[in-house]
């Protein structure tokens, strides 16, 4: 009877230890989500500020294209009006 009694309590008291251990581990995967979670949320914004940088860069360089290629023509435009007058001397 004492014998059973003991076991009893032991059974009653690891699966205690069980329950207690599921919460703790429970709890620490549910960090580990959470933790991930915001993790690839903060990887999503800097692809985001990545990406739009790049699009910045890319707006940028095409606007200096566009500004060599009329600075060229403003000169092709004075050489020409330098040569034109030279002709008519």
């Not at 940088?53 to 890319?58: G, I, P, R, V």
């Amino acid at each position: 009877m004492v014998k059973e009694q003991l076991a009893a309590q032991k059974a009653l008291s690891d699966a205690r230890d069980i329950r207690i251990s599921e919460r703790v581990t429970a709890r620490a995967a549910e960090a580990a989500r959470q933790h991930a979670e915001e993790v690839a949320r903060e990887a999503a914004k800097a692809a985001e500020r990545a990406a739009l940088e790049a699009d910045k860069q890319k707006a940028a360089d095409e606007a200096a294209a566009r500004a060599r290629a009329l600075e060229a023509e403003r000169k092709a435009a004075r050489d020409a009006r330098y040569a034109a007058r030279k002709a008519r001397r």
